[in-house]
């Protein structure tokens, strides 16, 4: 799904994530702007799983990953990020993520990532553009 700030059936979708209590323990820094393309995974009109690329001028940041407990190791990320890689790696600009679960830095690091930096828990990890 592309992405206007404004989109009414993107927050009518996404709405809930942003709002509810429930979620800003595990999503307290999801917000939106105009650089970013949302990806979502949709099941009976309700969003199950989404991401994003925020395309910057200098890099493609893969950021703001969740998806619905009930319906977590049935391969929604994995499907979603296939296509986010695909997207992001289209702008021919280094991509860059922040990740802490052992299993995804893994599985960026099988994909090409290496670590870049550290912060607190969390591990930069960069792929550098295809020349
Ligand atoms: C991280 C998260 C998005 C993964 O979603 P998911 O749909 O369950 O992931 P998938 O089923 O596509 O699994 C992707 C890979 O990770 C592995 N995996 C998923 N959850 C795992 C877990 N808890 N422990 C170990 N491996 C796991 C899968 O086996 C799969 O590996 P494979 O491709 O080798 O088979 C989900 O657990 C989540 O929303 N967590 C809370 C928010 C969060 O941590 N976001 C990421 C911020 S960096």
Redesign the pocket.
Known sequence: MSNTEYDSEFYRLMGPFFALKAYRK?LPYLYNEDTITWFLAIEDDAVI?FMAANNLSSKVLLQH???MES?????????L?DERMKFAESMGKPLE?????P??IG?FEARGFHEVSRMGSYLRLRKDARI
């Open positions: 595990t799983g990953a969740y998806v319906k977590r190791k049935c391969g929604v990320w994995g499907k990020n993520t922040l990740v802490n679960e299993f995804l599985y």
